[in-house]
């Protein structure tokens, strides 16, 4: 999952899954638990290069999202990321993966890129200046 500021014209890549029947009600329940943090569940088309449309299901952030910085910039957006962890884990690892996930799609995002990179600049200072004490 990832916030997405609504952009006309603009497209979203990614990945769709099928949930296997009799599983939805459970599958939901628990995406509802992660993605309680401001998100509400929209069904929406999604295009696939085989079929014209099918009707999927997405968690849209809202600007009423706790954890929403609105038009921050890069260096307080990776801050923020830095800090977080939700039920899926640290926010970190979903950026990292997410850039690398974006490139294999081909569908490379610049402000993704962006942020990958001020986060692993970030994490490369930490360790700088990281003095281990003696216990």
């Known amino acids: 999952m990832v916030t997405l ?7 979203c890549w990614g990945r769709a899954y099928r949930l ?4 939805e009600d459970k599958v939901l329940a628990q995406l509802d638990h992660r993605e309680q943090g401001g998100y509400e ?3 929406l088309p999604l295009y696939f290069s085989t079929v014209e449309s099918v009707t999927g ?3 849209h952030a809202t600007p009423e999202n706790v ?17 977080a962890h939700g039920p ?29 990179k001020a986060l692993k600049q970030l994490v490369a200072s930490m360790a700088r200046s990281y003095t281990p004490t003696d216990p």
């Open 88 to 116: 899926s884990g640290p926010n970190i690892e979903y950026v990292l993966k997410l850039e690398i996930s974006l490139l294999e799609l081909g569908a490379e995002d610049e402000h993704i890129t962006e942020l990958a």
């Open 41 to 43: 569940r929209q069904q």
């Open 67 to 83: 954890n929403y910085l609105g038009a921050a910039n890069i260096p307080h957006i990776a801050q923020q990321v830095l800090n």
């Open 5 to 11: 500021i609504e952009e006309p014209g603009a497209i």
């Open 20 to 23: 296997e029947p009799g599983l």
């Open 57 to 59: 299901t997405m968690y």
